[in-house]
């Protein structure tokens, strides 16, 4: 997983309410189990309506409730893969919003005016660092606790923060092992 710092760029606006997983990534495409190649099905029965068009753009503004139904992992790879590296929305479903995080996919929660303020100007600057998000006629900041910025500061998804504490668990091992069988080592 990247690390994060600051995302910047044009922004692909989606103003709808209520997008969930099987939306993001219809259930006909849940096939695979492979983290890629998904993005080309994102969106999928909307992109065959005439006029859809979502550029690819790495930030993507929504409206409440994002990702809300199923908890689909592919729903998150498809996002990934079509190119955005954060949403921002007013609210996303939890399972969603943790999802997210655990690939390096950055969900910004913001209030609903600030969301249509940076569809409409068409760019934004999201500091992870500062919990900022910043468009030409404004700026706000948002919330994320401290473990899920910290882990997304440095990239480190559920593996690498396991191997954070290699040191300690090898130190674990080693005495668990000149304990004997059977026995706890604390």
């Given at each position: 997983?990247r690390?994060i710092g600051?995302?910047?760029g044009?922004?692909?606006?989606?103003?709808?309410?209520?997008?969930d997983?099987?939306?993001i990534?219809?259930?006909?495409?849940l096939k695979?189990?492979e983290r890629?190649?998904?993005?080309e099905?994102?969106?999928?029965?909307?992109?065959q309506?005439p006029?859809w068009?979502?550029?690819h753009?790495p930030?993507?503004v929504a409206g409440?409730?994002?990702?809300?139904?199923?908890?689909?992992?592919?729903?998150h790879w498809?996002?990934?893969h079509?190119?955005f590296?954060?949403?921002?929305?007013?609210?996303?479903?939890?399972?969603?919003?943790?999802n997210?995080?655990k690939?390096g996919?950055?969900?910004?929660?913001l209030?609903?005016?600030?969301?249509?303020?940076?569809?409409r100007a068409?760019?934004?600057?999201?500091d992870?660092?500062?919990?900022e998000v910043r468009?030409?006629?404004?700026?706000?900041?948002?919330?994320?606790?401290?473990?899920?910025?910290?882990?997304l500061?440095?990239?480190?998804?559920?593996?690498?923060l396991?191997l954070e504490q290699a040191?300690?668990i090898?130190?674990?091992e080693?005495?668990?092992?000149?304990?004997g069988?059977?026995?706890?080592?604390l």
């Amino acid at each position: 997983m990247r690390a994060i710092g600051t995302i910047e760029g044009q922004v692909s606006d989606l103003s709808r309410d209520d997008v969930d997983t099987d939306q993001i990534i219809p259930k006909q495409f849940l096939k695979r189990v492979e983290r890629t190649g998904f993005g080309e099905f994102l969106f999928y029965d909307w992109a065959q309506e005439p006029g859809w068009e979502l550029p690819h753009n790495p930030i993507l503004v929504a409206g409440r409730n994002f990702g809300c139904g199923s908890s689909r992992e592919h729903a998150h790879w498809a996002l990934e893969h079509y190119g955005f590296e954060a949403i921002i929305a007013p609210s996303f479903a939890d399972i969603f919003r943790s999802n997210c995080t655990k690939i390096g996919l950055l969900p910004v929660p913001l209030r609903a005016e600030a969301c249509v303020a940076i569809a409409r100007a068409g760019e934004a600057q999201i500091d992870l660092e500062a919990q900022e998000v910043r468009w030409p006629d404004g700026s706000e900041r948002f919330e994320l606790d401290p473990d899920t910025k910290y882990r997304l500061l440095n990239g480190l998804d559920d593996i690498g923060l396991t191997l954070e504490q290699a040191a300690a668990i090898d130190a674990y091992e080693r005495e668990r092992e000149r304990s004997g069988p059977g026995t706890t080592a604390l």
